[in-house]
């Protein structure tokens, strides 16, 4: 062997930038084993303890769903599916690829030990990747509870180096494997702020700093208080009216003859008279949402009292079709939409039983009713034969579906009603999940659908139920549904401003 050279000394390369690393990493593991936490003590253990399996960030989400508001709730659901998706990563994947020991206990004082101490493999951390999964998913649909999760997350990583359970790279590298998990979900999920529906065509509106001019009528039954009063804060000179629903229509008149800017807050079927009565009189429309779908607003963009406060500040509105149906001389108006056959036998159905037991009692019970009957509510006629079917759905606008997402109106201005059939056959329960399990699908074995302008029915037999916007009217004989481009003028936030 030349003396020049030593063939047993390790040459550089990944293994020994890995021992570096790994040695870098336990100094770090033993100068926070050997500082002084004040104040940490009772509170970081337990903490810790917390979020086995997920309990604190269930709990939490239950927490932030419990705030009714509908950006809380999306962000509590994408919070738990990217924690979801960021355990299955780290429980089927990580722990089992780097199989890393636990770090020796010996420098952590006995105080700050965990009682019951992990027995998995030590790479990645698993808690830090859930607080970092949930953290990010809530932030991603909702920044204010991201704010508000954050400082609880950050905690919880960093008490699985206090309490010497890991080393502060497995931390790094769970918090980032779920950040990537929040991520992921969004790429299959898009947030409700990447489809912002488009800005056109605007309308030229009052801007109302004060609400002055505004006069906003609140249906009392849709339990609507606390959002008027958040309304009112924002804009103390609105004139509000809040009164029982069967008032509501008389008050919406004559809201209208002396208002600027006519205000509703209530659910579907309110709404839908205000948007009627807003297109006779010619005024511009603000919908607070007040109900329990409220998709009209919500597709709009305005899912508050701020949203709707700051478009009215600001004078911001755009112009949205609605539709129209007539049939045997009976006309009505819809900004949502309007459907025949199983859903306004359910509406009728609903209607009588909700009396008696209550609201969702009364939709199971009208469900069971109208799909064990043994007939279709509806037939058509194509080519010389007559088919069955149990649905005919017609949205103002067409409805998309967003990654697995349910399908909302992107735009409410295309000109095109989105019209679904669900053929008839046995089993309408099975073929109505199947379409809505097909969504955006033009064909499908139990559903078919197409966009139009416009549509005729002909032939449709006497007391054939029609629903609209909640509402619920026979018609018969002739039926046509028509588009009104872009005829109503309503306020919502402008993306950008």
């Not at 009714?68 to 979801?84: C, E």
């Not at 502060?168 to 918090?175: H, R, T, Y």
């Not at 208080?225 to 229509?249: M, N, Q, S, Y």
Request: glycine content about 10%.
């Amino acid at each position: 062997m030349s003396p020049d050279v030593d063939l047993t000394s390790r040459r550089p390369g990944p293994r020994l930038l890995r021992d570096r690393l790994l040695a870098l990493d336990s100094c770090l593991f033993e100068f926070a084993a050997g500082r002084n936490w004040p104040a940490a003590e009772p509170v970081l253990p337990r903490l810790s303890r917390s979020a086995n399996h997920g309990v604190l960030w269930f709990a939490t989400a239950a927490a932030m769903a419990a705030s009714r508001t509908p950006r809380s709730r999306r962000a509590a659901a994408r919070g738990l599916a990217s924690l979801t998706l960021a355990s299955l990563t780290i429980n089927t994947l990580g722990k089992r690829s780097v199989r890393r020991t636990r770090p020796v206990l010996d420098p952590v004082p006995l105080v700050r030990q965990l009682k019951r101490q992990p027995i998995t493999t030590s790479f990645p951390s698993g808690h830090s990747a859930s607080a970092a999964a949930f953290a990010t998913g809530v932030a991603l649909e909702s920044p204010a509870w991201g704010a508000a999760v954050a400082p609880i997350a950050w905690s919880v990583a960093l008490s699985r180096v206090y309490t010497g359970v890991h080393f502060p790279s497995d931390v790094l590298a769970g918090a980032a494997l779920g950040a990537g998990a929040a991520f992921a979900v969004r790429g299959l999920v898009p947030t409700r702020a990447q489809v912002v529906p488009p800005a056109r065509p605007r309308a030229q509106v009052p801007a109302l700093p004060d609400g002055e001019g505004l006069v906003m009528v609140a249906n009392t039954a849709s339990g609507t208080a606390e959002r008027v009063r958040a309304l009112h804060d924002g804009l103390p000179l609105a004139e509000i009216l809040e009164c029982e629903p069967t008032d509501v229509r008389a008050e919406l008149e004559k809201a209208a003859a002396r208002a600027t800017v006519l205000g509703v807050c209530g659910g579907d079927g309110t709404v839908n008279a205000a948007a009627e009565i807003a297109l006779r009189h010619g005024v511009p429309l603000a919908v607070l949402p007040g109900g329990t779908l409220n998709h009209f607003a919500y597709d709009l963009g305005v899912e508050g009292a701020r949203d709707l406060t700051r478009a009215v500040q600001q004078g911001e509105a755009v112009r949205v079709d609605a539709g129209r149906f007539s049939s045997d001389g009976r006309e009505g108006v819809f900004v949502n939409a309007c459907s025949l056959g199983v859903y306004p036998e359910l509406v009728r159905e609903r209607e009588r039983w909700s009396r008696r037991i209550g609201g969702w009692p009364a939709g199971v019970v009208g469900a069971l009713r109208v799909l064990r009957a043994d007939r279709h509510p509806l037939e058509a006629e194509f080519r010389g034969r007559t088919r069955p079917l149990w649905l005919l759905f017609v949205g103002n606008g067409t409805y998309h579906r967003m990654g697995l997402t349910p399908g909302r109106r992107t735009d409410l201005a295309d000109g095109q009603f989105d019209v679904r059939v669900v053929h008839g056959g046995r089993r309408p329960a099975l073929r109505l999940l199947a379409a809505a399990v097909a969504g955006p699908l033009t064909r499908s074995p139990a559903h078919a659908a197409v966009q139009v302008g416009r549509l005729h029915l002909s032939g449709v037999a006497a007391g054939t139920l029609l629903a609209y916007d909640g509402e619920v009217t026979d018609v018969e004989g002739e039926v046509t549904l028509e588009k009104l481009p872009e005829a109503l003028t309503v306020y919502r936030p402008l993306p950008g401003n």
